[in-house]
């Protein structure tokens, strides 16, 4: 695994599904069919009138629109990681950043059935983050958040446990 730095931070990449990986191509795929199909009309808008405003404004925000998905479904397979400093978890999913204080984090816990990895920031145990990363860098990761906040405790969830979880529910 590579580490990237966001201020001297450890950095795990988002693992995306298959699904999600289908769907975030799948939107590319139109937005580059949406751009094309935009210029086509906007070529054969320039051969006539071209003195109507709406016409005008209707090729600005579909090249908008398009451009900007794109843009986004991109920064988010280039962009997709978790950040650990020195004081903070970092989710970074494109443009978009979440950022969680150590200090917060109680617990973490292993689901050994379903392969999850959940942060617990509360004594409750209601407020959590599921953490989406390969499982063989689980242990890397967590002894990253363990350097920076020795008071976080880490344990398994058996299958089994799990399973009666699921059926309480």
């Known amino acids: 695994m590579k580490d990237r730095s966001l201020k001297s931070g450890r950095a795990f990449p988002f693992k995306f599904t298959a699904m999600m990986k289908s769907v975030l191509i799948l939107l590319l795929v139109l937005c580059v069919g949406g751009l094309a199909l935009t210029l086509w009309q906007f070529i ?5 009138d071209i003195g109507i405003v709406w016409e005008w404004l209707k090729y600005i925000l ?5 451009g900007l998905l794109f843009i986004l479904v ?3 397979f280039v962009r997709s990681r978790y950040v650990i400093t020195d004081t903070e978890l970092v989710l ?21 059935g379903s392969g999850r990895l959940a942060i617990y920031f509360d004594d409750m145990k209601n407020q959590y983050a599921i953490i989406v990363v390969k499982e063989s860098w689980f242990k890397d990761f967590v002894e990253a958040l363990k350097e920076n906040n020795d008071a976080i405790e880490f344990d398994f969830v058996s299958a ?3 399973a009666e979880w699921k059926k309480k529910k």
């Open 160 to 162: 089994e446990e799990e």
């Open 62 to 66: 579909m090249f908008f629109v398009c």
């Open 92 to 112: 970074q999913f494109g443009f978009i950043k979440t950022r969680y204080a150590l200090k917060k984090i109680r617990s973490i816990r292993h689901f050994l």
């Open 74 to 76: 991109i920064a988010m």
């Open 44 to 48: 054969g808008f320039l051969k006539g």
